[in-house]
């Protein structure tokens, strides 16, 4: 057992501020620099893992029911029963409902989420369990860096304004979409944004993002109303990964994305067709493992 902290920081035209620090005790491993993400099959919904090269570990959203335990049991050692961050997306039931399992059976650090209100059960019973078990709770803002040391940072791109307790017209509009960057590889994690979002991110906030990135995390599990090309332009990444359920209700991902992403030369891994997929990245170049 050893000791990391990452920390809060903003992104450069802002101060550099630590706005807060957290300690996570975590088992060591000999993870040799590397950083390890796994996109889970997880059916309709998304469920993403990524451990640094210290060892933190955080979780991204936990799909629609408890296969989202299995997952993390499959990638998890046994004895290992502690993830440091989950971070909410967005209270669907898609991407909520496996956390709330999450939280009940491992002991988490802290929670990132965008505050955001929305009326299901599901989200009443996540901040029942939040405020039982005394897990803090950051809400996520624009601009800031959670700093998980080694050259990796997760860096917010939205929400760009404060959603706490407040309901947007479209709950994608208060997405916590953030940058996941490990020295000079990088991963865009768009949730269930949309396009609307993705314009506002281009136009209001391009001088301070940076969007290219190596893989991109499709928006809204590769609806019609995300991935626009002008985003793809702006992203142009050398993988996409869509998380889908097979043969889900919805029909995603849709065609006309799958034809998008072929037409900008974007190598395409789907859950629902392709299983889980793994990336490792030494710092330089994301690969598929
Ligand atoms: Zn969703
Ligand atoms: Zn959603």
Known sequence: MKKKNFKWCFLGGLSV??????????????????????????????????????????????????????????????????????????????????????????????????????????????????????????????????????????????????????????????????RLVYASSSILMMGDAEKSLEYQLLWKKSGFLIFKSDILKAGHHGSKTSSSEEFLRAVSPQFAVISAGRKNRYGHPHQEVIDRLNSFGIKVFRTDLDGGARFISDGNILRRK
């Open 17 to 178: 501020l630590a706005i807060f620090i957290w300690y996570g005790v975590f088992q060591v491993e000999a993870r040799r620099g590397l950083l390890t993400v796994d996109f889970f099959d997880v059916g309709q919904g998304d469920g993403i893992f990524f451990q640094t090269p210290s060892g933190n570990q955080v979780l991204i959203d936990g799909g629609p029911d408890s296969a989202i335990l299995s997952k993390l049991g499959e990638t998890l050692p046994f004895w290992d029963r502690s993830i440091d961050v989950l971070i909410l997306t967005h209270p669907h039931a898609d991407h909520i409902d496996g956390l709330l399992e999450v939280l009940k059976r491992y002991d988490i650090g802290m929670v990132l989420e965008s505050g955001v209100n929305h009326s299901i059960p599901e989200y009443n019973e996540w901040h029942q369990l939040l405020q039982s078990k005394n897990i803090p709770v950051h809400i996520a803002r624009f601009g800031e860096i959670i700093d998980f040391g080694d050259g990796v940072h997760f860096d917010v791109y939205s929400p760009q304004e404060s959603f706490f307790g407040s309901s947007p017209k479209n709950i994608h509009d208060a997405m916590v979409v953030g």
